[in-house]
């Protein structure tokens, strides 16, 4: 595979130097990764066994574990990645080992064995601290709700924090608006949040600085997802409806790596993009930039996109697939960062979104995911009500139902 893109060469257009390195940084490879993983394997057959008892249900459930992973990763993952102490193969996955990560293990375990039992909990929540934002993206799905008067407290949002996690949640990824407009507040609930529970910032790169990557790494922030639309910089700084944003996530990339943090690049796939053959230039530009994972979102009807014709065609999705399996698990793709796709097992297995994961956005309306909207109750409501309980939550994703 040629190298055909050089992330300096687009920052020396900008009058700009960083320095990159060549490959996912942290990126464990070799006889330690394979045992590893056969750690992590055997661990999971631990909790099977003591879980479920029965010899045939601890067969059953233990490949249907096995065959669940395959159609999230479309195969056998082996991409994995040391940082601080732990283990990472997914953003969306606490490291390993921790509680967490066993926590998880069991609760999809229980839930494999008796899809039909309601008492399995949420274990991931998008959480919209903000509606400020000096964004003015293309595709973003909170579009009506921003850069109107603040619906959350700094105490309600602690409150939300608190029922989410007596639900059993294990992560929390802190989106907005722009989450890093909120700096001061948002560090305080990553410090309160993070004693019991895993935290992300999810983040356009604004305000992200040595010093503020590094206080919300020592608040206990184990990882930023930056969006980055483009590998181009004026392609980046258009779709964000903001010049000089390319530099500025670069940047932001850079600063929590060297804070220590894991980092993810999300990327909106739209037609053009894959029309203009820009995957993997930007999968390229990816790895120079030493993240590890990047995460491939498929543009869908709602907030600013709403209306529009945006919806992948069926050759979009054909290749989207094929550089999924193809970057995750050829061997000359493996220096590559990890690619998530969720069209990928969405569209095989269903969607975890609603059954697993909810979305909060910035006015407190719960949803399945944030490209769903799927409105099942309003948190802020719940929050300054009196002793009312979580609801139900159901809301699951109408495009593809929702995971046994
Ligand atoms: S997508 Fe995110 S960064 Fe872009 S305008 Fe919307 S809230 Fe702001």
Redesign the pocket.
């Known amino acids: 595979m040629q190298t055909t893109i050089s992330l300096n060469d687009y920052l020396y257009q900008e009058n700009d130097t960083i320095e990159t390195g060549s490959r996912p940084a942290h990126q464990v490879t070799g006889i330690f990764r394979t045992c590893t993983w056969w750690i992590i394997k055997l661990r999971i057959f631990y909790f099977t066994c003591i879980i479920l008892r029965s010899p045939q249900k601890i067969l059953d459930i233990y490949k249907r574990m096995l065959s669940l992973r395959s159609n999230v990763w479309g195969g056998d993952l082996k991409k994995l990645y040391h940082i601080g102490n732990k283990f990472y193969f997914n953003q969306y996955t606490p490291g390993w080992p921790s509680k967490a990560y066993d926590d998880l293990i069991k609760s999809e375990l229980r839930r494999q064995a008796a899809p039909l039992d309601t008492k399995e909990r949420l274990s991931f929540v998008f959480l919209a601290i903000t509606r400020k934002?000096p964004?003015?993206?293309e595709?973003?799905?909170?579009?009506d709700n921003?850069n109107l008067s603040e619906s959350f407290t700094l105490d309600d949002l602690y409150k939300v924090v608190d029922i989410y996690q007596k639900e059993g949640v294990l992560q929390i990824h802190f989106s907005?608006?722009?989450p890093m407009v909120r700096y001061k507040d948002l560090v305080k609930l990553v410090r309160y949040t993070s004693k019991k529970t895993g935290c992300w910032v999810l983040s356009?790169g604004f305000n992200v600085t040595p010093q503020t990557a590094r206080e919300l790494k020592e608040a206990g922030c184990k990882g930023m997802v930056i969006?980055i639309d483009h590998y181009l910089p004026n392609r980046h700084n258009a779709f964000?409806g903001k010049e000089g944003s390319f530099v500025q996530a670069v940047k932001a990339v850079k600063y929590a790596q060297e804070a220590g943090m894991v980092t993810s690049i999300s990327v909106c796939a739209t037609k053009e993009f894959l029309d203009g053959k820009h995957l993997m230039p930007y999968m390229e530009f990816a790895r120079d930039l030493g993240v590890q994972f990047v995460q491939v979102l498929e543009p869908r009807q709602v907030g600013h996109y709403a209306g529009k014709e945006v919806h992948l065609e069926d050759a979009h999705i054909g290749l989207l697939e094929k550089a999924f399996t193809t970057i995750n698990h050829h061997p000359s793709y493996s220096q590559y960062p990890t690619m998530l796709y969720h069209g990928y097992h969405q569209r095989r297995v269903g969607c975890f979104s609603g059954s697993r994961s909810v979305y909060v956005d910035s006015a407190g309306d719960v949803h399945a995911c944030p490209f769903c909207h799927t409105k099942s109750y309003n948190i802020i409501e719940l929050v300054r009500g009196e002793g009312k309980a979580l609801p139900q939550k159901e809301n699951a994703c109408p495009r593809f139902g929702k995971i046994a």
Do not use: P, Q, T
Not at 139 to 143: A, G, L, R
């Open positions: 934002c964004m003015r993206c595709h973003c799905f909170e579009w921003l907005g608006g722009e356009s969006s964000r």
